[in-house]
């Protein structure tokens, strides 16, 4: 009776079909002991009691128990849209994502800096004054059309034989005084401004055309750049003085990171 039992016991084992669902079997338990386990996401304590206090801050209380679920409720599913849109490589394709996690780096690499002296802001003024110079400034008096005249020299003529003219409306008016070049650019255009410099103090010029209309100006005066005094630069100096800060220390770091890297440009 064993003798049979142990012959149909050999018989099964050699049959394809039972070979390949022990095969399939092996392929289950190996994959169930080996899987990795489901990534984790944690809700801490410290996660539910910042969604609570900016609650309160928003709403001027605390979270009831069903709105305080209700909000960890979004953080998870927030965080899983989160996460999938890494797995998905968006930081790589969006360009305002990608701008905003490299300046979110440039700013964790420079680290915290130290306040500067008044000596070191000062210093760094000294050695970069060109930066701090004012802008070349121009005083005119115009004569403004919005159409050219019929006879446009005979407008210059009768400008500098001492004849008042009104001429049009001109928005900044009939006098501008001390106005910066890069304004006066911005304004009436590059050409403008070029004919304004040419233009000889203290004589009627023109017609000088401008995206507005047509100009004559008597130069009064050129104020040529110059440095404008620390006081009134300090913030602009100051801003300046963190920002060669952070981008050395960022630079330095970037090094060590382009050792981590094969780095080839195609040409």
């Given at each position: 009776m064993r003798s049979a039992w142990v012959d149909r016991l050999r018989s099964v084992a050699r049959e394809p079909l039972t070979a390949f669902v022990a095969l399939g079997a092996a392929c289950f338990?190996?994959?169930?002991m080996?899987?990795?386990?489901?990534?984790?996401l944690a809700v801490t304590q410290d996660v539910i009691h910042a969604l609570s206090q900016d609650y309160e801050l928003l709403n001027g209380r605390a979270p009831d128990s069903q709105e305080l679920a209700a909000l960890v409720d979004k953080y998870v599913s927030d965080e899983l849209l989160f996460r999938a849109a890494l797995d998905q490589g968006l930081q790589f394709n969006d360009p305002k994502m990608k701008q905003r996690l490299i300046e979110k780096m440039r700013f964790l690499l420079?680290?915290?800096?130290?306040e500067p002296s008044r000596e070191d802001l000062v210093n760094f003024y000294a050695d970069n004054v060109k930066l701090y110079y004012s802008d070349r400034k121009l005083t005119f008096e115009q004569v403004f059309f919005e159409q050219a005249p019929r006879d446009s020299q005979d407008v210059a003529?009768?400008?500098?034989?001492?004849?008042?003219?009104?001429?049009d409306a001109f928005w900044l008016g009939r006098n501008l005084d001390a106005y910066g070049e890069s304004t006066l650019r911005s304004m009436l255009g590059a050409s403008f401004v070029d004919a304004l410099r040419a233009a000889p103090l203290n004589?009627?010029?023109g017609p000088i055309r401008s995206p507005r209309g047509v100009h004559y100006v008597r130069m009064k005066s050129i104020v040529e750049p110059g440095p404008i005094p620390y006081e009134q630069v300090s913030d602009q100096v100051e801003e300046r003085w963190f920002a060669q800060r952070r981008g050395a220390a960022v630079q330095q770091k970037l090094e060590a990171l382009r050792k981590?890297?094969?780095v080839k440009v195609e040409g």
């Open positions: 338990i190996g994959y169930s080996l899987r990795p386990e489901k990534p984790a420079a680290g915290p800096m130290d003529k009768r400008l500098r034989s001492g004849e008042r003219l009104a001429g004589e009627w010029a981590a890297y094969d």
